[in-house]
């Protein structure tokens, strides 16, 4: 049985039995037409996942900064209980020793999951995966890599987290090939791409946004299953503007869409969810019908990965589009603290954008 999960043709496979095996496929894994399903939020959704992979595959492995208790926004609750401490432990605080152990394990064929407190902090393990993880297989012409490694980093904005606890540096290593990086929107979407990118056969940076652990619930089956990686899914249709975005920045794009459409503008909202490689085709087919294409993030404007997206589609669609191409993003600014609300990218700055890229 096939069922669509993005539009234009693209279509997700239902593959039966294979996640409990040591298949790393990136394909959508489900045993039952209506599987059983509870309401998690996004923190439980990511806990839930962590388990599934410890207990189908002997050789996967948790750790981190205060793993073994939980970590701070407890995703790693009851792993050490269940599984041991020999496979769910803590580290020193030292992210670029995080990183390099892991990538050791991942190339000795196990399943390094680590943890990066915060995404904030990722900078120190920067070489550890832009010169190390990132070429492992290349420099070896396939002989060794790290593909069994998955970094996991909470993100973003969180209301109160200034400087140092709500960054977005997705961009700097969507800028490395070698890596693929991944932000999910939603408890369901977090589970499944968790999953996807622990058994990826390359090394995962996978981002989660801490803004929704707590506030973003949702059904979410309880079975193990995976969500293809590198495939957009449009979550709205519409005619008359695409917009593109990841992670938590959905919920306000489509609140903006939302009051849009009681001014009479049709948005069709797409979620990137694998931002490398990023689905170009997708985003490609919306433009071209709708010609319009509003980008937002919560990274700053300037270097962040809405620019590669907006060169892509007018390289691609430069004679469909009947306006130039918007960003909604944050500011060229260090993340404030009192002044956060007006950094972000807002529902009503979205709207706007929209306002005037329809009526270029």
């Given at each position: 049985m096939a069922t669509g999960l993005t539009r234009f043709g693209r279509r997700m496979r239902w593959v039966p039995s294979v996640c409990n095996g040591r298949q790393f496929s990136t394909s959508f894994c489900d045993k039952d037409h209506n599987p059983p399903a509870k309401s998690f939020n996004l923190y439980t959704a990511i806990n839930q996942a962590l388990h599934i992979a410890l207990e189908t595959d002997s050789r996967a492995y948790v750790f981190g900064e205060d793993v073994g208790?939980?970590?701070?926004?407890?995703?790693?609750?009851?792993?050490?209980?269940?599984?041991?401490?020999?496979?769910?432990?803590?580290?020193?605080?030292?992210?670029?020793g995080i990183v390099g152990f892991a990538i050791g394990l991942a190339a000795m064929g196990n399943r390094a999951i680590a943890e990066i407190q915060f995404a904030d902090y990722i900078f120190p393990a920067f070489d550890q995966l832009v010169n190390e993880a990132a070429k492992f297989r290349y420099r070896s012409g396939n002989q060794f890599n790290c593909g069994g490694l998955t970094v996991r980093a909470p993100y973003g904005a969180v209301g109160h987290g200034a400087l140092y606890h709500s960054q977005s540096p997705e961009a700097f290593f969507?800028?490395?090939?070698?890596?693929?990086?991944?932000?999910?929107?939603s408890p369901r979407e977090a589970k499944g791409l968790l999953l996807s990118s622990i058994r990826d056969p390359n090394p995962v940076v996978f981002f989660e946004p801490k803004w929704l652990y707590r506030l973003s619930v949702e059904e979410v089956p309880e079975h193990d299953y995976m969500l293809p990686l590198s495939e957009a899914q449009v979550i709205r249709e519409g005619s008359d503007i695409t917009l593109v975005g990841w992670g938590a920045q959905l919920s306000i794009i489509e609140q903006a869409c939302i009051?849009?459409?009681?001014?009479g503008i049709s948005c069709e909202l797409i979620d990137l969810k694998t931002l490398i490689p990023w689905d170009k085709e997708t985003v490609e087919a919306s433009v071209r019908k709708t010609g319009r294409l509003l980008i937002s993030h919560e990274a700053p404007v300037t270097g962040g990965f809405g620019a590669e997206i907006a060169a892509s589609i007018v390289e691609r669609c430069f004679l469909r589009l009947e306006a130039p191409v918007a960003r909604v993003c944050g500011l060229d600014t260090p993340f404030p603290l009192v002044?956060?609300?007006?950094?972000?990218?807002?529902?009503?700055?979205?709207?706007?954008?929209?306002?005037?890229?329809?009526?270029y």
């Open positions: 208790f939980g970590g701070v926004f407890r995703c790693t609750t009851g792993l050490a209980d269940r599984f041991g401490k020999t496979r769910v432990f803590n580290t020193p605080l030292c992210e670029q969507c800028h490395v090939p070698g890596l693929k990086v991944v932000i999910p929107r009051d849009a459409e009681k001014e002044f956060e609300p007006l950094y972000m990218p807002t529902k009503n700055k979205v709207l706007d954008s929209i306002k005037s890229t329809v009526n």
